[in-house]
Each structure stands twice: as C-alpha cells, then as structure tokens.
C-alpha cells in the first residue's frame, strides 16, 4: 500500500535555505536588493507613518505580514469611486518582494536532500513564493505537477530530457513568483503555458512563465507594475475567483483528508492567515486517524496547533528544517 504523506511547507523552510522569514523580510530589501530610490523611499514613508516606533537608524523593520494587512485595510476603506492612494504602495512593495526572491540564491543543501526522499504517494504543499522547491525537484530528475491532474513538468535543455516516473504534486495556495494573471499582464504564448489545462481555454486566467525570471517589459507595462500571481499574507487576504486557484485549494483539502501522515514543517501556522487555518481543519475533520508531526523550532507554536488540531494530536520536534525528516 502506498503510504500518502502530505508535507506542509511554510517560511521556516526558506529560512533554511537562506530567505528570511516574514519578521526579517523588511530588513533584508533593503539590505541586500537594489530598487529604484523613489520606490525605497515611497515604502520607508508608509512605515514611517504607520508604525512610529520605526528608525532606519536601527533597521527594526515591522513585520511584512503587519504591514501588508495594514495596506490592505486602507485600500478597503478607501473611497471605491476615487483613485486610490494606497494601492500604488502595495504594489510597489510587493513586486520588490517578488523581485527578492528572484534574485536571492542561499542554500540549497536542505531543500535537495528533503527532495531526494520524496517518493511516490508524497504530496507538497507549500505557503512559500519561491520556486527553490521546483528546481531541487527538476534537479534531482524528478518531474512535478501544480494540481494533482495537473501537467508533469520535467527536466529539459539542448543536450538531454530526463523524464522521470515520480511526479511529485506540488500544490501552492499562495502563488508563486513565476505564475502570471492574465488579468495581470499578458505575455505571449510561446512564453507560458496554462497552470490547469483543464479549464477551458476562454476560462484560464492564470499562466506559469516558462523562465525563472521577471518578464522582460516594456518601459511604459514595467511603469503599471504587473505583479505575479501572489496571495499576500494579511487579514483580508483575498482568494480570488480565478477557477485555478479556488481548485487548488480544494484539492488541498483532498490531499489533507487521504493522508496516513502529515509533516507541517517551518510552517507556524500565522494568526493573521484565517483562510489556511479553514482549510486546513476542513481537510483533517474527517482523517482521525492520520499520524500529524510539526517540525519547528519556536516551542511557542505549539499553542498554535494545540488549538488547530486538539491537545496531544501531533508529535512535535523542536528543530530546525536540515532536509531529513526527524525520526
């Protein structure tokens, strides 16, 4: 019998292998990415007015998830008839964020070996951004898929094509920095391919970008700031009516509900992300008997998961992510 494991990756995950997480985020754009002096400076002004205690003298950025959720509230209490203030620097931080986590490479020792254990029966699901995940896969000659009936994506360049017979479905209820809207921004066809084929084709709205990198634009679409396809983290996150992403979710739920275990790895469960929280409990509901472990080194969510899942309903190892699971 297949043993279907579920691994819920979160940030912790990343800052194993070199991002920062959420507290940190604010700290290091500005640190070690470059971005347009106007761009800088329209961000540092909202912090500074918003959150008082902030000196950039002492570089004690607040906490992106704050500041995001505290944009999101003003644009929802703007005036909807008039020209918003407030979208344009939600905007700006978001696309420097996106740019970040194209440019950052930390290390990927952690990330590779977790995939080289993945085997058939594993599912992922992963609350990062990033796509270090998808390259350790590509790189080990393992192929994945976005959705569970999704497309298998392999390994390809001029001198060989590795297709493997694992694809590992790969599920992210948040985006990722290489996914586009075509709501967004259009790109040609030849330069992305549809994340679910099954949609029909006058129905698709998101699109995965074929190169792990920003689109090369035009001066003029770079000036509206297309961003990728990213659901923030914030109190008033928005799913979307996009038919690709409401799927995802529910096949989260799928996934969560046929598992025989369950690995919630760097994830900590944020206060502020309500949704995850419901989806998460919805998929569980009816698996009582699924073996749950939490890899985390902060002891302080396990109140967290103490009031998701129930008192003594998880093993809980206090560590950081290294790539092999604890025994």
């Keep these: 019998m297949i043993q279907n494991r579920v691994f819920v990756l979160g940030a912790g995950v990343g800052k194993s292998c070199g991002y920062p997480l959420a507290s940190e985020l604010l700290r290091e754009l500005f640190k070690g990415h470059k971005m347009k002096e106007k761009d800088a400076k329209e961000i540092k002004n909202f912090i500074k007015i918003s959150f008082p205690s902030f000196d950039p003298r002492f570089e004690n950025f607040p906490n992106v998830e704050d500041v995001i959720s505290l944009l999101d509230t003003l644009v929802e209490l703007e005036d909807k008839e008039k020209k918003s203030e407030i979208?344009?620097?939600?905007?700006?931080?978001?696309?420097?964020?996106?740019?970040?986590?194209?440019?950052?490479?930390?290390?990927?020792?952690?990330?590779?070996?977790?995939?080289?254990?993945?085997t058939e029966g594993d599912f992922?699901?992963?609350f990062n951004w990033d796509f270090s995940l998808e390259q350790a896969i590509l790189g080990s000659g393992k192929s994945y898929k976005y959705l569970l009936d999704g497309r298998t994506i392999v390994y390809q360049d001029k001198d060989k094509d590795r297709v493997s017979s694992v694809a590992i479905p790969i599920l992210k209820p948040h985006?990722?920095?290489?996914?586009?809207?075509?709501?967004?921004?259009?790109?040609?066809?030849?330069?992305?391919?549809p994340l679910d084929e099954t949609v029909p084709e006058e129905k698709r709205q998101i699109y995965i970008f074929k190169h792990w990198r920003l689109p090369n634009l035009s001066k003029e679409v770079e000036e509206r700031k297309p961003l990728p396809y990213i659901i923030p983290p914030s109190i008033h996150k928005k799913l979307g009516q996009e038919a690709e992403i409401m799927k995802i979710w529910g096949q989260v739920i799928q996934v969560l509900m046929h598992a025989t275990e369950i690995w919630f790895v760097g994830y900590s469960l944020p206060p502020i992300d309500l949704h995850a929280k419901i989806f998460i409990r919805a998929g569980l509901f009816s698996n009582e008997n699924v073996k749950v472990k939490v890899v985390n080194p902060d002891e302080m969510v396990i109140h967290r998961y103490n009031a998701l899942l129930g008192y003594g309903k998880f093993d809980f190892y206090p560590t950081y992510f290294t790539g092999e699971l604890p025994e």
């Design 87 to 118: 979208e344009p620097t939600k905007r700006t931080l978001l696309l420097e964020i996106c740019k970040y986590f194209y440019e950052s490479h930390g290390d990927r020792k952690p990330i590779n070996l977790f995939v080289k254990n993945l």
């Design 124 to 126: 992922v699901i992963t």
């Design 175 to 193: 985006g990722s920095i290489d996914w586009f809207s075509s709501k967004e921004l259009k790109l040609k066809d030849e330069l992305i391919f």
